[in-house]
């Protein structure tokens, strides 16, 4: 459905609302970048990854708290490792 203006100041008003809502969507977007950018440093990744192995393994067996608990002590193993060989 078409819109028909009777004046220019009827044009320029949907004008300056439109311009409006293209900068709310620009800073929502801008505001989402940030949020993905700061979830993504190795420093949360780590955190929210052992967060929820630690709420897996709390709700697990003892055979399957054993077999994560040596993964992880294996994987920090080779972590460790391969740091102290690049020094």
């Given at each position: 459905?078409?819109?028909s203006y009777?004046?220019i100041?009827?044009?320029?008003?949907?004008?300056?609302?439109?311009?409006?809502?293209r900068?709310?969507?620009?800073?929502?977007?801008t505001?989402?970048?940030?949020?993905?950018?700061s979830?993504l440093?190795p420093?949360?990744?780590?955190?929210?990854t052992?967060?929820?192995?630690t709420?897996?393994v709390k709700?697990?067996?003892?055979?399957?708290a054993?077999l994560i608990?040596?993964?992880m002590k294996?994987f920090?193993?080779?972590?460790?490792k391969?740091?102290?060989d690049?020094?």
């Amino acid at each position: 459905m078409k819109k028909s203006y009777s004046s220019i100041e009827e044009i320029n008003a949907d004008l300056e609302i439109l311009k409006v809502q293209r900068d709310i969507h620009y800073y929502k977007i801008t505001q989402s970048l940030d949020s993905i950018k700061s979830e993504l440093t190795p420093n949360n990744l780590v955190r929210n990854t052992f967060g929820s192995v630690t709420s897996f393994v709390k709700g697990s067996n003892n055979v399957q708290a054993f077999l994560i608990s040596a993964v992880m002590k294996y994987f920090f193993k080779k972590v460790r490792k391969r740091n102290t060989d690049n020094l």
